[in-house]
T-cell receptor, first 107, second 117 residues
């Protein structure tokens, strides 16, 4: 079983839409959780850390459910510039990356 | 602000040759890592580059194929040895505990895009 599983998408949404990505992880002892963003032919960049209490950064909201071993990312009011691949990352002994969810925001 | 750079940014190599990739950080960092991202795949950790000692390799990766150096807290190299087309990939270095970043957060260099013919 993979350490981190994501729906690969692709998600194609119109500008202004709200879109949610989900991710599950297999190791209940995982310590830290993140969402990274990766643009085409670029390196992954940290979007936000994810906390059990939930955290929000502008249009982005991340949530962690430790009991269900589930992480989510909500993007409100999607912009064209949000088009990218979003990587779910779980930290334990090392960083484990999901395969990424592709998002395209359409004008 | 601190910068992570990698050289070369890309290369096309012949099978059987070796390529050394450099990663430079302009401030001292505790942890440096090397990853591979094959086409259409996510990132796979190759090894942790330890300053002053041998790197720690993940399952499926060996020192003879991917020798790593880390002579100080700002620099590391990864060599891809005796290359085959299956080694065509993006190689990324990452750092942890960089500047004021929270512990256990990793930041990535721009990557080296390697094509082996």
């Amino acid at each position: 079983r993979k350490e981190v599983e994501q729906d690969p998408g692709p998600f194609n949404v119109p500008e202004g839409a709200t879109v949610a990505f989900n991710c599950t992880y297999s190791n209940s002892a995982s310590q830290s959780f993140f969402w990274y963003r990766q643009d085409c032919r670029k390196e992954p960049k940290l979007l936000m850390s994810v906390y059990s209490s939930g955290n929000e950064d502008g249009r982005f909201t991340a949530q962690l459910n430790r009991a269900s071993q589930y992480i989510s990312l909500l993007i409100r009011d999607s912009k064209l510039s949000d088009s990218a691949t979003y990587l779910c990352v779980v930290s334990g002994r090392q960083f484990y990356f999901g395969t990424g969810t592709s998002l395209t925001v359409i004008p | 602000s601190a910068v992570i750079s990698q050289k070369p940014s890309r290369d096309i190599c012949q099978r059987g040759t070796s390529l050394t990739i450099q990663c430079q950080v302009d401030s001292q960092v505790t942890m440096m890592f090397w990853y591979r991202q094959q086409p259409g795949q996510s990132l796979t950790l190759i090894a942790t580059a330890n300053q002053g000692s041998e790197a720690t390799y993940e399952s499926g990766f060996v020192i003879d194929k991917f020798p790593i150096s880390r002579p100080n807290l700002t620099f590391s190299t990864l060599t891809v040895s005796n290359m085959s087309p299956e080694d065509s990939s993006i190689y990324l270095c990452s750092v942890e505990n960089w500047g004021t970043s929270a512990s256990d957060t990793q930041y990535f260099g721009p990557g080296t895009r390697l094509t082996v013919l």
